[in-house]
């Protein structure tokens, strides 16, 4: 059975840093399209960043470009979120997705539509 199990959220000061942890297990593959998604209350679920097993391709939104770094260590099946200079509208709950790619295929958020899901850690920036 496929299970992600997010940890490293918290409180912190803008300026401040974050580092998230997304552990993976219960996939018959070792190429995994992974990523992490935040949904700040009100608002719809949006893409941070993602990266691939495989390739080590990595999309970052925009907002987070420059300051924040998605990394795995496929020897422990996890992926990380580094987040540095944290803003106050980085605050949201923060959520890990994976779903099995072949490394052929692109690794973006538009893959995600039918991935696995984490339940979730919380982060919250104040000013």
């Known amino acids: 059975q496929v299970q992600l199990v997010e940890s490293g959220g918290g409180s912190v000061q803008a300026g401040g840093s974050l580092r998230l942890s997304c552990a993976a297990s219960g996939y018959t593959s070792s190429s995994i399209c992974m990523g992490w998604f935040r949904q700040a209350p009100g608002q719809e679920r949006e893409a941070v960043a993602t990266t691939h097993t495989g390739t080590s391709a990595t999309y970052y939104a925009d907002s987070v470009n420059d300051r924040f770094t998605i990394s795995t260590d496929n020897a422990k099946s996890t992926v990380y979120l580094q987040m540095n200079s944290l803003k106050p509208e980085d605050t949201a709950m923060y959520y890990c997705?994976?779903?099995?790619?072949?490394?052929?295929?692109?690794?973006?958020?538009?893959?995600?539509?039918?991935?696995?899901w984490g339940q979730g850690t919380e982060v919250t920036v104040s000013s």
């Open positions: 997705g994976a779903i099995e790619l072949s490394p052929y295929n692109l690794c973006y958020p538009g893959q995600f539509s039918s991935a696995d």
